[in-house]
């Protein structure tokens, strides 16, 4: 499926945000996308593209924070054979890439010193001169740049410069967070799990759960919709019955019982005992013991799995904390126990 497709959203604060991009699009100007990870920068960039005089114009796009500083420069300008050790031959930059189009800068922020005084020429010249060359080249370029740092802060800091953010800034859409987007993530999570049901050849979408979709709309994405996808289709490839809706949510994938201690090379491996409600009173231990041992204690943590559910209203995380477990290891425990439909 199409990324552009997944530009989607009813909330009123993604609403303005489009509306503004769509009309920020038929300017050539340069324009700053500000935003947090995950919120779609790179979609708002080729939205911004597409709907301008220059859509049928190439759209090159370049993370700055995945170069290091002696490189960033000769990948924007480009270089010609000689001019660094290593470079056996010219090779043109990004700005000629796009040369009648758009140059989409992400994580503006990290350019280096050097990079953000020939950036500044580039914009306000039009003109851009390859590593090793004196001679300037015209090139019609409209930069797009993003960032998810406040960059008013950095030019007061000195690790950005004030001319440079004055060009770029004709126009700042700021992209709200998902959090902030009242209805969207049922929406999201609904295409995004249609998608991956698709994938994986489920007959029909069961959708989510209501209890899965509580706890979505709870959960503060700081990912936003990038967060979301993975949890989504996550969610939906782990779980085994495609004929019911998806009720098992894991935000934190790296949560585990076996989790290694960070730093250390070999783990001891060490077993916990199995906790209790901090009330609950022992077993009694007087009179025969139990002929088979594997059914008595099973019938006591069903007792105590009924027990905590009641006293916590069958909330399930709640209830998972009460006994000390994660919520996937509840959710084990109840469908061992043929508690899960029970469970609420």
């Not at 911004?48 to 960033?72: K, Q, Y």
């Not at 004055?166 to 709200?176: E, G, H, K």
Request: with cysteine.
């Amino acid at each position: 499926m199409d990324r552009g497709n997944q530009f989607i959203g009813q909330s009123m604060a993604f609403l303005d945000s489009v509306e503004r991009v769509s009309r920020a699009a038929q300017l050539n100007r340069p324009v700053l996308v500000i935003g947090e990870r995950g919120t779609g920068k790179e979609l708002v960039a080729e939205r911004l593209h597409r709907l301008s005089m220059r859509w049928d114009g190439p759209f090159v796009a370049m993370n700055c924070a995945a170069l290091t500083e002696t490189l960033i420069e000769a990948e924007l300008f480009g270089h010609e054979a000689g001019a660094f050790t290593g470079a056996t031959r010219a090779r043109i930059g990004r700005f000629e890439e796009a040369d009648g189009g758009t140059l989409f800068l992400d994580e503006l922020g990290t350019l280096s010193a050097g990079a953000q005084e020939r950036l500044l020429r580039a914009v306000e010249y039009g003109e851009v001169t390859r590593i090793g060359s004196n001679k300037p080249m015209r090139v019609d370029v409209r930069i797009v740049a993003a960032t998810n740092e406040h960059l008013p802060a950095l030019v007061e800091k000195g690790r950005f410069r004030a001319d440079l953010l004055d060009r770029l800034s004709f126009d700042v859409i700021t992209l709200p967070p998902l959090r902030a987007r009242e209805g969207d993530i049922a929406e999201l999570a609904d295409f995004f799990g249609r998608r991956m049901s698709s994938e994986l050849d489920w007959p029909r979408w069961p959708g989510f759960d209501v209890e899965a979709m509580v706890e979505m709309e709870a959960y503060p994405w700081p990912g936003n919709i990038r967060e979301l996808r993975n949890v989504v289709e996550r969610a939906v490839y782990r779980w085994d019955d495609p004929g019911l809706p998806v009720a098992n949510i894991v935000f934190d994938p790296f949560v585990s019982p076996w989790q290694p201690a960070s730093g250390q090379g070999i783990v001891r491996k060490e077993v916990a005992a199995e906790p209790a409600l901090a009330d609950q009173p022992a077993p009694p231990v007087a009179g025969p013991l139990p002929a088979d041992l594997r059914a008595a204690v099973g019938t006591y943590e069903r007792c105590l799995l009924e027990e905590a559910l009641r006293r916590h209203r069958h909330n399930q995380r709640a209830t998972a904390k009460a006994l000390g477990l994660s919520y996937d290891q509840l959710r084990h425990c109840l469908k061992k126990h043929g508690l899960l439909e029970t469970a609420g």
